[in-house]
């Protein structure tokens, strides 16, 4: 995992290009490569607090499969796991192989307290990778149209 640099903009606009990935986020598809590329250049989550979501690679390949991180939102002060990986990584273990590296970090590194993971209803399958990590359900919520869940985790 490492910050986002302006050569994940093709695997950026594949993974926002494709409907399933992008169906309970609330995003719209980047319209282009440049797109993708102006995103990352405007970035600066990592300057402005410490922190953000990360590209995650293959250990072996280097090959670019999604993105996994925390962000921090300064209207509510919270501190928010995120993830998002192409389709054909999706059951192999890697989201939470990373949100488990991503709490970590923030436990251990960055010494937060509290992080959350939000998902919508229907959003099973990212509702068990919070689960996994060790995220318990907080509350519901509307967002997007729809129902919305939120877990989170303490710092021990």
Known sequence: MREFREEDAEGMYQLNFDPDVIRYTGDDPFVSIDAA?????KYDAYNKFGRGRLT????????????????????????DLGFRLLKKFW???????????????????L?????IGR????????????????MVFEKEFEAHGGICVQYCIHNR
């Open 56 to 79: 995650v690679l293959l250990k072996k390949s280097f090959e670019y499969i999604g993105w996994c991180g925390l962000k921090y939102d300064p209207d509510s002060t919270e501190t």
């Open 91 to 109: 059951n192999n273990g890697y989201a939470t192989e990373a949100s488990l590296r991503s709490v970590e970090y923030g436990f251990n590194d």
């Open 37 to 41: 590329r102006d995103f990352i250049r």
């Open 111 to 115: 010494r937060i307290e509290r992080i």
């Open 119 to 134: 998902a919508m209803q229907e959003n099973i399958a990212s509702i068990n990778v919070l689960k996994k990590i060790g």
